[in-house]
């Protein structure tokens, strides 16, 4: 028998460990080198240990790391004014994940419907195969069996609707909803880019009925499809946004963004976090947000974005299992007629990071700094996978 391992089995690991990375490269204990086509799990937009992300962290850390929420924290400011101005948001509330702005925003809805006079209005419309945390509040808005499973009783107020589909949204209405909250692009269950007239629709459904619109732009935010945040491309707003992975290049950070007048409804002491927005995550996403926005990284990415999907096209012309691709910008999906698991594993052992959800898909983050060179050599090893084991 085995000795008991020490740390609990909520993931099935691969018995790899990587010591150190630099850009889309990652090295293992052994010295293997791999490309990392995944960026940790959508966290390192700007590929490992980009220098001024890590000098800033160093900085910092030798500085100051935490400080009370109780006290003004500038480096808070300068951070949540830079991303104000990134778009539709008027301020910003600082957490540590994804999950924890997801809840920021599930709580400022409820919150923000009493204070307009309904406080009977607390359900949220969600769709079906999203993807929006594992707190138990977070599972209850994701409509997936699996994530659900044995933790119920589920926390009331969600109803599920098909996504990509405003018409369900609108059946769903009842005098209890409150808001819609949906991811942009689902990210976990595959990279499913919905019509581009989606969000229009959903805002429309929004105003016309006088529900908030909470856009879940946790994977699909900080530039990964070629926009700061993948709504830019729909054309409209929401009234509240959250953001996470890509936020502080992995120093865990996760954010809610709201318009002056929902925002409004947190006063002190209706939310709080110890740890968020303290001065070492700020230094790391604001030294991420000027590599993203003022070194021109961001501007790069549509074009990157468009040679993948060629080379995606080109590698679904060699071989038969390949059922389809898609992506928007560095988002990327291949549609396979083989266990994406198998060839998963297979490509990791070659040397490259992807992920399998849903069974048949394989999911494609690079870093948004990803050069055509090794997005060649990543398909490559793909290719070569496809062509000798299937
Ligand atoms: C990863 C993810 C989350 C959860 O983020 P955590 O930091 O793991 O809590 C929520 N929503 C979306 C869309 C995600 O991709």
């Given amino acids: 028998m085995s000795e008991l391992h020490p740390i609990?089995?909520?993931?099935?690991?691969?018995?790899?460990?990587?010591?150190?990375?630099?850009?889309?490269?990652?090295?293992?204990?052994?010295?293997?080198?791999?490309?990392?086509?995944?960026s940790g799990i959508g966290v390192n937009n700007l590929g490992h240990c980009p220098p001024k992300v890590v000098a800033a962290i160093r900085e910092q850390a030798g500085t100051l790391i935490h400080t009370s929420n109780l006290?003004?924290?500038?480096?808070?400011?300068?951070?949540?004014?830079?991303?104000?101005?990134?778009?539709?948001?008027?301020?910003?509330?600082?957490?540590?994940?994804?999950?924890?702005?997801?809840?920021?925003?599930?709580?400022?809805?409820?919150?923000?419907?009493?204070?307009?006079?309904?406080?009977g209005r607390f359900e949220i419309i969600t769709a079906c195969n999203g993807f929006h945390g594992r707190t138990l509040a977070t599972l209850s808005a994701t409509a997936q069996e699996k994530v659900q499973r044995g933790f119920e009783p589920l926390m009331p107020g969600f109803r599920y609707v098909h996504y990509d589909d405003p018409a369900a949204?609108?059946?769903?209405i009842s005098p209890y909803t409150a808001g819609i909250l949906v991811e942009p692009i689902q990210g976990e269950s595959g990279v499913r880019i919905p019509d581009p007239g989606y969000l229009a629709a959903l805002r429309a459904i929004a105003d016309r009925h006088g529900l908030l619109l909470i856009l879940d732009e946790v994977q699909t935010g900080m530039g990964r499809t070629g926009k700061f945040w993948c709504h830019q491309w729909s054309g409209i707003t929401p009234d509240i946004l959250?953001?996470?992975?890509?936020?502080?290049?992995?120093?865990?950070?996760?954010?809610?963004?709201?318009?002056?007048?929902?925002?409004?409804?947190?006063?002190?002491?209706?939310?709080?976090?110890?740890?968020?927005?303290?001065?070492?995550?700020?230094?790391?996403?604001?030294?991420?947000?000027?590599?993203?926005?003022d070194d021109g990284v961001l501007a790069q990415v549509v074009a990157r974005g468009?040679?993948?999907?060629?080379?995606?096209?080109?590698?679904?012309?060699?071989?038969?299992?390949?059922l389809a691709t898609r992506n928007m910008g560095l988002m990327a999906a291949?549609?396979?007629?083989?266990?994406?698991?198998?060839?998963?594993?297979?490509?990791?052992?070659?040397?490259?990071?992807?992920s399998c959800q849903m069974g048949t898909t394989l999911r494609m983050l690079p870093p948004l700094i990803v050069t055509?060179?090794?997005?060649?050599?990543?398909?490559?090893?793909?290719?070569?996978?496809?062509?000798?084991?299937?």
């Fill in 8 to 38: 609990m089995t909520t993931y099935g690991r691969f018995p790899v460990a990587f010591t150190r990375g630099a850009g889309c490269r990652l090295w293992d204990e052994d010295g293997r080198e791999y490309l990392d086509f995944l």
């Fill in 71 to 119: 006290y003004r924290i500038p480096l808070q400011e300068k951070l949540a004014a830079r991303l104000v101005a990134t778009g539709f948001a008027d301020q910003v509330f600082f957490c540590n994940s994804g999950a924890e702005a997801n809840e920021a925003a599930i709580k400022l809805t409820r919150k923000a419907m009493r204070d307009r006079g309904h406080p």
């Fill in 169 to 172: 949204v609108e059946k769903a």
């Fill in 242 to 293: 959250t953001v996470a992975k890509g936020l502080a290049s992995g120093v865990p950070m996760g954010a809610c963004l709201a318009t002056a007048e929902v925002a409004a409804s947190f006063t002190p002491g209706t939310h709080a976090s110890t740890f968020g927005g303290n001065p070492l995550a700020c230094a790391a996403a604001l030294a991420t947000l000027e590599t993203l926005l």
């Fill in 306 to 322: 468009e040679y993948l999907a060629r080379r995606l096209h080109a590698l679904a012309d060699e071989h038969e299992m390949i």
């Fill in 334 to 354: 291949v549609e396979l007629n083989v266990p994406a698991e198998e060839v998963n594993a297979m490509c990791l052992n070659r040397g490259l990071l992807l």
């Fill in 372 to 390: 055509e060179e090794e997005i060649d050599q990543g398909l490559a090893i793909l290719g070569s996978v496809l062509t000798d084991q299937f």
